[in-house]
């Protein structure tokens, strides 16, 4: 019998709702994984928050070290399950 194992919402991109590899928070204090954010920001050119719509006078992101830490100890309890421990530049998804 296969457990499904739910991951927390606080550990899930808002904007592709995975898992989060790279945290990282823009001025509005959403938290959003570097690769989804940079993709919104930089690639479609949009400079406004995806989940509030406010718009940002700025773009720098800022890492949020507790928030990886939380996520890298969930992935290191749950191993068991799939869920590799965070790796740097690795995107962290279930095992097949």
């Known amino acids: 019998m296969e457990v499904q194992i739910e991951v927390p919402s606080h550990f899930l991109c808002p904007i592709f709702m995975q898992l989060m590899n790279e945290p990282m928070t823009i001025s509005t204090g959403i938290t ?10 930089f690639t479609c050119g949009s400079s406004s928050c995806p989940v509030t ?3 940002l006078s700025d773009t720098d ?8 830490g939380l996520i890298q100890s969930w ?16 995107r962290t998804s279930p095992r097949s």
């Open 61 to 68: 992101l800022t890492p949020n070290h507790t928030l990886r």
């Open 53 to 55: 719509k406010q718009s």
């Open 75 to 90: 992935c290191t309890m749950n191993s068991y399950h799939g869920f590799d421990p965070i790796q740097r530049n690795q």
């Open 32 to 41: 959003y994984d570097r690769q989804s954010i940079e993709r919104w920001l």
